[in-house]
Antibody, heavy 122, light 107 residues
Framework: EVQLLESGGGLVQPGGSLRLSCAAPGFTFENYAMSWVRQAPGKGLEWVSIIGETGDTQYANSVKGRFIISRDNSKNTLFLQMNSLRADDTAVYYC????????????????WGQGVLVTVSS | DIQMTQSPSSVSASVGDRVTITCRASQGISGGLAWYQQKSGRAPKLLIYAASNLQSGVPSRFSGSGSGTDFTLAISSLQPEDFATYYCQQVNSFPLTFGPGTKVDVK
């Protein structure tokens, strides 16, 4: 059974850093692209970043240069290092699995974690 | 960046109604579109991918159509568990973008 288990959220001051993790048991993690998607309180969905099975990455313009996505295939874990955090980064962050290995289905998200709340405030 | 719009932003409907939601892309995306359902406090759920393909396990009352810039999600006979917010997403190019959502609530 596919599971996506996020952790690492919490309250952080503006300008601070936080590292999110997503443990992904139940499937062959190394064979799938993985993404982070966030949702600000009461707002819609915003894609944040994707990492392919070979480690290639893409970012939303709003986080480029501040966030770094990475993966550890030996531990079936996805990460999001968030630096220079701003108030508008406050959101629930979801880890999401790509539906298949290759484009375009790698960009459809067939499983999602429960989400982890990141609050940026002084 | 490709901008996604949805209409209506909200719709009030009754059980058994047919509901349609439209999604428009600011430029052509071929068939690279997904639809997700999100219930309050829950993670989104993939309903439709590649514009018209039903995700495994999703009831057949959901259907998707369209290509290029204009897409539609239809619910043929609304069920109580279908009251939720629906989002479209384009996958044709980075950055991936979602529509603003359409809330389906009880009339």
């Amino acid at each position: 059974e596919v599971q996506l288990l996020e952790s690492g959220g919490g309250l952080v001051q503006p300008g601070g850093s936080l590292r999110l993790s997503c443990a992904a048991p139940g499937f062959t993690f190394e064979n799938y692209a993985m993404s982070w998607v966030r949702q600000a309180p009461g707002k819609g969905l915003e894609w944040v970043s994707i990492i392919g099975e070979t480690g290639d990455t893409q970012y939303a313009n709003s986080v480029k240069g501040r966030f770094i996505i990475s993966r550890d295939n030996s531990k079936n874990t996805l990460f999001l290092q968030m630096n220079s955090l701003r108030a508008d980064d406050t959101a629930v962050y979801y880890c999401a699995k790509g539906a298949e290995l290759h484009f375009p289905k790698s960009r459809y998200f067939d499983f999602w974690g429960q989400g982890v709340l990141v609050t940026v405030s002084s | 960046d490709i901008q996604m719009t949805q209409s209506p932003s909200s719709v009030s409907a009754s059980v058994g109604d047919r509901v349609t939601i439209t999604c428009r892309a600011s430029q052509g995306i071929s068939g690279g579109l997904a639809w997700y359902q999100q219930k309050s406090g829950r993670a989104p759920k993939l309903l439709i991918y590649a514009a018209s393909n039903l995700q495994s396990g999703v009831p057949s009352r959901f259907s998707g159509s369209g290509s290029g810039t204009d897409f539609t999600l239809a619910i043929s006979s609304l069920q109580p568990e279908d009251f939720a917010t629906y989002y479209c997403q384009q996958v044709n190019s980075f950055p991936l973008t979602f529509g603003p959502g359409t809330k389906v609530d009880v009339k």
